[in-house]
T-cell receptor
């Protein structure tokens, strides 16, 4: 149980295009999902917290107009990188927290999406 | 703001050796601490989660301890195997309602 999927696993796009990444909790409902970014040889940095049915909360320095987050259901959150540029190339990972907090407020992580912007 | 540090940044050991990875955090007001494994280019695999009220957790050859008052956690790996080679991340979940990740320890187990 507690599986989180991400789609696509890998995407290559041209500069200036928009890319949508999906994060799904497959066997549980998640009122809160988190989006992280990881640059090569660095740790994960939280970008934003996504709450079902409300606006996402962005971390300082993350442009909300560039990284659009939609959490329309209890099992799906999407991250859209708008007008992507090479510096947006990174590994994007989502996590989901079960509704009600689950055991010990545990989060479950997706497998990540590798974005390469040419 | 919570800061999480992991030492060492990289570690290379011969197969069969026992080893300890260290994690320290600056704010002791945490709900839990979690250890993850990350293989190159892959996502995170949860290894162990320790609640703030707990002192340690064990799973197979892995044992994680938590000393919240001193802001430290260790991950002990017994009888290391080449398949244990990966980056190990610790993360703390606190009153800020978010995970703060450590910088990671890259482990190489030499056959």
């Amino acid at each position: 149980g507690a599986v989180v999927s991400q789609h696509p696993s890998r995407v290559i796009c041209k500069s200036g295009t928009s890319v949508k990444i999906e994060c799904r909790s497959l066997d549980f409902q998640a009122t809160t999902m988190f989006w992280y970014r990881q640059f090569p040889k660095q740790s994960l940095m939280l970008m934003a917290t996504s709450n079902e049915g409300s606006k996402a909360t962005y971390e300082q320095g993350v442009e909300k107009d560039k990284f659009l987050i939609n959490h329309a259901s209890l099992t799906l959150s999407t991250l859209t990188v708008t007008s992507a540029h090479p510096e947006d190339s990174s590994f994007y990972i989502c996590s989901a927290r079960p509704a009600g907090g689950g055991s010990y407020n545990e989060q479950f992580f997706g497998p990540g999406t590798r974005l390469t912007v040419l | 703001k919570q800061e999480v540090t992991q030492i060492p940044a990289a570690l290379s050991v011969p197969e069969g050796e026992n080893l300890v990875l260290n994690c320290s955090f600056t704010d002791s007001a945490i709900y839990n601490l979690q250890w993850f494994r990350q293989d190159p280019g892959k996502g995170l695999t949860s290894l162990l989660l320790i609640q703030s009220s707990q002192r340690e957790q064990t799973s197979g050859r892995l044992n994680a301890s938590l000393d919240k008052s001193s802001g430290r956690s260790t991950l002990y790996i017994a009888a290391s195997q080449p398949g244990d080679s990966a980056t190990y991340l610790c993360a703390v979940y606190g009153t800020g309602n978010q995970f703060y990740f450590g910088t990671g320890t890259s482990l190489t187990v030499i056959p």
